[in-house]
Antibody, heavy 120, light 111 residues
């Protein structure tokens, strides 16, 4: 059974940093593109970033470029999102998701999400 | 403002057939597959339809997807109360600004 478990969310002040983690199990983690998707309170889904199987390619939505960094550790079956210079508009539930590396292989599994709140 | 356009709401009575539309452009729906996700209240999204019209194992055949040009639709037949949820369309986008684009979501109410 595919499982994605996020952690690391919480309350942070504007301008602060947070690192999200996602522990994957039930599939060969190193064979899949992985993504982060967020959902602001009461709003829709927004793709944030994705990373290739070997970490050699990474892409970001314009609003987080230069502030967020996606990474992975295939030996630990883990995905990460380092978030710096956080803003109020980054407040959202952040989902770890399998896939999202091409139109042929889009997101097929989601974690339960972790809430990030940016507020003073 | 979402890249893909969906109606914010839809409704139907039990047993009815409802459709939800999703409109995009040549860089996303027009040249790539469409995916649909169901998000029940308070839960994570779940894949409902992939590659325009394919259902993952376990998804009832009451759910079906179609695509034509730069638009797509999700149809739900034999509507049930447990279908009340938010539905999102998504597609890969060939532009440089975002690789994965979503619709704004449609809240389906079963009356």
């Amino acid at each position: 059974e595919v499982q994605l478990v996020e952690s690391g969310g919480g309350l942070v002040q504007p301008g602060g940093s947070l690192r999200l983690s996602c522990a994957a199990s039930g599939f060969t983690f190193s064979s899949y593109w992985m993504s982060w998707v967020r959902q602001a309170p009461g709003k829709g889904l927004e793709w944030v970033a994705n990373i290739k199987q070997d970490g050699s390619e990474k892409y970001y939505v314009d609003s987080v470029k230069g502030r967020f960094t996606i990474s992975r550790d295939n030996a630990k079956n883990s995905l990460y999102l380092q978030m710096n210079s956080l803003r109020a508009e980054d407040t959202a539930v952040y989902y770890c998701a399998r896939g999202g590396g091409s139109g042929w292989y889009m997101i097929d599994y989601w974690g339960q999400g972790t809430l990030v709140t940016v507020s003073s | 403002q979402s890249v893909l356009t969906q109606p914010p709401s839809a409704s139907g009575t039990p047993g009815q057939r409802v459709t939800i539309s999703c409109s995009g452009s040549s860089s996303n729906i027009g040249s790539n597959y469409v995916y649909w996700y169901q998000q029940l209240p308070g839960t994570a999204p779940k894949l409902l339809i992939y590659r325009n019209n394919q259902r993952p194992s376990g998804v009832p055949d009451r759910f079906s997807g179609s695509k034509s040009g730069t638009s797509a639709s999700l149809a739900i037949s034999g509507l049930r109360s447990e279908d009340e949820a938010d539905y999102y369309c998504a597609a890969w986008d060939d532009s440089l600004s975002a690789h994965v684009v979503f619709g704004g979501g449609t809240k389906l109410t079963v009356l």
